[in-house]
């Protein structure tokens, strides 16, 4: 019950594309969602993060598109640039047994294509 | 904008022998984690630490790993007698509250490979 499943495993589009990065949780006492990009040899960076209250959130190019009765969350990338290839990671935690742990996805490979 | 560092970026260490992963948290963060990535696979959580002991600990976290905080900077990781499944990206993290969504901030990683 705490695992947040991630899909697809790899992804590679051309420059301007619209990738799309799918989540599911099945924990409903998740209530944060974060994603994480993740450059080689570099640790994960916060990327964007959505609470359940809200079905959308954009930041920039990035937005985040969540279904709370799916119990699934994905993340778009407008206007897709090369530099946006990266390893994304969503993420769910909560307040289940006062725990804020972070549980990961298994990650997406993407590659934007110049 | 302040980062979380760790060193060394790279450890190679002989199965069975005792490593120390050191980290400097954010300086003015309160909660430290330290998180593990197999090659190829997900972030999985290790432990968290706030006010000089565990605060929450995964299955993965057994007798052979410790956590302390030696001085007022530096957060260490030992593993006790390495094996080889020890092999992974080691990364430590830290954030300001650990009691509410606060973003963790994660340092570059070590990489951790056992011979």
């Known amino acids: 019950q705490q695992q947040v499943k991630q899909s697809p495993q790899s992804l590679i589009v051309q420059k301007g594309g619209i990738p799309i990065i799918n989540c599911a949780y099945e924990?409903?006492?998740?209530?944060?969602f974060p994603w994480y990009q993740q450059f080689p040899g570099k640790g994960p960076a916060l990327l964007i993060a959505?609470?359940?209250?809200?079905s959308e959130k954009k930041e920039g190019r990035f937005t985040i598109s969540f279904n709370k009765s799916a119990k699934q969350f994905s993340l778009h990338i407008m206007d897709s640039q090369p530099g946006d290839s990266a390893t994304y990671f969503c993420?769910?935690?909560?307040?289940?047994?006062?725990?804020?742990?972070?549980?990961f996805g298994r990650g997406t490979s993407l590659i934007v294509h110049p | 904008e302040p980062e979380v560092t760790q060193t060394p970026s790279h450890q190679v260490t002989q199965m069975g022998q005792e490593v120390i992963l050191r980290c400097v948290p954010i300086?003015?963060?309160?909660?430290f984690y330290w998180y593990r990535q197999i090659l190829g696979q997900k972030v999985e959580f290790l432990v968290s630490?706030?006010?000089?002991?565990?605060?929450?600990k995964s299955e993965i976290f057994d007798d052979q790993f410790s956590v302390e905080r030696p001085d007022g900077s530096n957060f260490t990781l030992k593993i006790r007698s390495t094996k080889l499944e020890d092999s992974a990206m080691y990364f430590c993290?830290?954030?300001?509250?650990?009691?509410?969504?606060?973003?963790?901030?994660f340092g570059d990683g070590t990489r951790l490979s056992i011979l």
């Open positions: 993290a830290s954030s300001r509250e650990g009691n509410s969504n606060q973003p963790q901030h």
């Open positions: 924990n409903t006492a998740f209530d944060y």
């Open positions: 959505i609470r359940p209250d809200v």
């Open positions: 993420a769910a935690s909560g307040a289940s047994g006062g725990s804020y742990i972070p549980t």
């Open positions: 300086s003015n963060h309160l909660y």
């Open positions: 630490f706030y006010n000089n002991e565990i605060s929450e």
